[in-house]
């Protein structure tokens, strides 16, 4: 099983872009998914969170201005962030826990992909 983040980039303050997280391989089902960033210097910390039912949680940091959503038929998970800002910088790692059997639930992390925000 893999998941591969996409995604970032630098754009400016005010500005969005959207993040996917696609999981592939033997997988029976994904469950909760979570965007996680780090920021140079900082620990890794929750930014988003969606269970498989779709509920969602969000840091207050990123209430308001990040959307999470999921489309379970492909596997995949995107955060959606506007407005953002340039302590919003950091790498962005998402983070799944699957099922690759019926009885087998897994946790599993992407490689991270870069956003930049420029003021």
């Known amino acids: 099983v893999q998941l591969q983040a996409s995604g970032g980039g630098l754009v400016q303050a005010g500005g969005s872009l959207t993040l996917s997280c696609a999981a592939s391989?033997?997988?029976?089902?994904?469950?909760?998914v979570n965007w996680y960033r780090q920021a140079p210097g900082k620990q890794r910390e929750l930014v988003a969170a969606v269970t498989r039912a779709g509920s969602t949680n969000y840091a207050d940091a990123a209430t308001g201005r990040f959307t999470i959503s999921r489309d379970n038929a492909n596997n995949s998970v995107y955060l959606q962030m506007e407005s953002l800002k340039p302590e919003d910088t950091g790498v962005y790692y998402c983070?799944?826990?699957?099922?690759?059997?019926?009885?087998?639930?897994?946790?599993?992390w992407g490689q991270g992909t870069q956003v930049t925000v420029s003021s």
């Open positions: 983070n799944a826990h699957i099922m690759v059997s019926k009885y087998y639930e897994y946790e599993y």
């Open positions: 391989g033997d997988i029976f089902r994904v469950n909760s």
